[in-house]
């Protein structure tokens, strides 16, 4: 069966970078962009960034444009989020989806992962 599975997060200070990952399994990987997501507590959860199948386009939400990156490698099926100069509203629960590009970009996907917990603070 398909499998997402999120890992790297982490308890970090304000201004530190945080590298995920997620690794795919049971599916076509390159058949499908990639994308991530946050939710925090009592919150929707909210489009982070998304990247087509060969990795030639790429989203952000605007409150983390430039300073978090969204990359993939279709000979390993992961796809990695570098987020720097975190801040502490960026505190929530990554996970990683597959689907379409304009899908993902939309909160919809295929498949999910479970998620990783990202906590910056003080």
């Known amino acids: 069966q398909v499998q997402l599975v999120e890992s790297g997060g982490g308890l970090v200070q304000p201004g530190a970078s945080l590298r995920l990952s997620c690794q795919a399994s049971?599916?076509?990987?390159?058949?499908?962009?990639m994308g991530w997501f946050r939710q925090a507590p009592g919150k929707d959860r909210e489009f982070v960034a998304v990247i087509s199948w060969n990795g030639g386009r790429t989203n952000y939400a605007d409150s983390v444009s430039g300073r978090f990156t969204i990359s993939r490698d279709n000979a390993r099926n992961t796809v990695d989020l570098q987020m720097n100069s975190l801040k502490p509203e960026d505190t929530a629960v990554y996970s990683c989806?597959?689907?379409?590009?304009?899908?993902?970009?939309?909160?919809?996907?295929?498949?999910w992962g479970q998620g990783t917990q990202v906590i910056v603070s003080s």
């Open positions: 989806a597959a689907g379409s590009f304009y899908g993902l970009g939309q909160n919809t996907g295929n498949h």
């Open positions: 049971g599916l076509t990987f390159r058949s499908y962009a």
